[in-house]
């Protein structure tokens, strides 16, 4: 079965400061995609960045950047320069085959990010 | 704003009564999906849609859920004889596929469900 695990339930972070969320996956499927979410209170999920398996560098996307460790089968994202409209949970989703070999979205159990000023 | 749109936004319910959800995905999209969330968890998938066709369902849907997408544009979620435990927010998501290509998927706000 797919797993992701997020094993950081909330994490504190300073305005301006970096901060990594953890996020580490279980997979037997040679090729899958990872994404990183991020849910603010309003409920609504907000896309931020994806990763591929077979992609050799990291996925950035402005601010946002992702850690891949493919031996380690970690994906951590990475959100540099805090802002307090970063407050939000965020999830780790990975995208593999169903038992029907048709692919779906997993989710982790998500990691709520306070910034403070 | 042509982003995935989801009405009603929140449907509070009797036990035993049924429910339907609205979900319009983005203009041109071929897939729709359907993922509900409970409190504290992240989204679980239900099913999805290539176009018209229901391609994939989960086991966590049972008989009493049924979702239609019958031109391939819009998509219904009926929820028949609710029941407490179906409480939860419901999101749909689309995204557009091509052969190859990542399946990057676009929530809409979601519709949250209460059964009292």
């Known amino acids: 079965a797919q797993k992701i695990t997020q094993t950081q339930p909330g994490m504190f972070v300073q305005e301006k400061e970096a901060v990594t969320l953890d996020c580490t996956y279980d997979t037997s499927d040679p090729s899958y995609g990872l994404f990183w979410y991020k849910q603010p209170s309003s409920g609504e999920m907000i896309f931020l960045i994806y990763?591929?398996?077979?992609?050799?560098q990291n996925a950035t996307e402005g601010r946002y950047s992702l850690n891949f460790q493919k031996a380690r089968k970690s994906a951590n994202l990475v959100i540099s320069a805090s802002q307090l409209g970063d407050s939000a949970m965020y999830f780790c989703a990975i995208l593999v085959p169903m038992d029907t070999g048709r692919r779906a979205l997993t989710f982790g159990s998500g990691t709520r990010l306070q910034v403070q000023p | 704003d042509t982003g995935v749109s989801q009405d009603p936004r929140h449907k509070i319910t009797k036990r035993g009564q049924n429910v339907t959800f609205r979900c319009d995905p983005i203009?041109?999209?071929?897939?729709l999906y359907w993922y509900r969330q409970t409190l504290g968890q992240g989204p679980e998938f239900l099913t999805y849609f290539q176009n018209e066709a229901q391609l994939e369902k989960s086991r966590l849907l049972s008989d009493r859920f049924s979702a239609e997408r019958p031109k391939g544009s819009f998509s219904t979620l009926e929820i028949q004889r609710t029941e407490q435990g179906d409480s939860a927010m419901y999101l749909c998501?689309?995204?557009?596929?091509?052969?190859?290509?990542?399946?990057?998927?676009?929530f809409g706000p979601g519709t949250r469900l209460t059964v009292l």
């Open positions: 203009s041109e999209h071929n897939r």
């Open positions: 998501a689309s995204s557009l596929v091509r052969t190859g290509g990542t399946d990057t998927q676009y």
């Open positions: 990763q591929g398996s077979y992609d050799q």
